[in-house]
């Protein structure tokens, strides 16, 4: 199938929004939708399965799909670790007869809908505030004091972006906000 007749679906927001549960609930809802798996070059974690979560790669390897333009997009994102999204990911998606589901960051979100402007679907999933994300943060347990606040400073970047995307889903409640986004959704792949 022609890439130029298939819908494509951007979800993006600072880390701690809330993205991955919306996301999972989308993909729960809607049978239509397929997960796309970005490439990374960082360390899997305990939980992740290469090929599931994400496609882990060398940096060298990475580098080189760089020079093959082999990605839809592509970032360093923190600490030198590169993200992107494969073109061949997105054509197997469109193969299955499916709709691509971006989970990615703001940056490589404007860039997809850039390129893709009359079939993107994007969605910003807001924090009610950067103080409310910063305790969301510190409740995983995950970071450490620096790595903290760059993605609290990050997020701050990002969130001056929201207006760049088609529609902002202020993630206060987060029952509402997945709601939210199955409408939005469904009216777009048709699915109401």
Avoid: C
Wanted: hydrophobic fraction near 40%; charged fraction near 25%; proline fraction near 4%.
């Amino acid at each position: 199938m022609e890439q130029g007749h298939q819908k494509i679906i951007i979800i993006t927001a600072p880390s701690g929004a809330g993205k991955t549960s919306i996301t999972k609930q989308l993909m729960k809802h809607f049978p239509q939708l397929s997960f796309s798996i970005s490439a990374a070059t960082r360390n899997p974690r305990a939980h992740e399965t290469d090929g599931k979560d994400y496609y882990f790669i060398s940096v060298e390897s990475f580098q080189q799909k760089i020079q093959e333009e082999a990605f839809v997009e592509w970032e360093m994102v923190y600490e030198g670790n590169y993200y992107g999204t494969l073109k061949s990911e997105m054509q197997r998606i469109w193969n299955n007869k499916q709709v691509p589901v971006l989970d990615i960051d703001v940056k490589g979100a404007i860039h997809v809908q850039d390129l893709y402007p009359k079939q993107t679907l994007s969605l910003f999933i807001e924090p009610p505030s950067v103080e409310e994300l910063r305790r969301r943060l510190e409740s995983r347990g995950t970071e450490t004091a620096d790595s903290l606040e760059a993605r609290v400073n990050k997020a701050a970047y990002e969130i001056s972006f929201k207006h760049s995307f088609q529609h902002v889903i202020l993630n206060d409640n987060l029952d509402r906000a997945i709601a939210e986004a199955i409408s939005i959704v469904g009216n777009f792949i048709g699915a109401v």
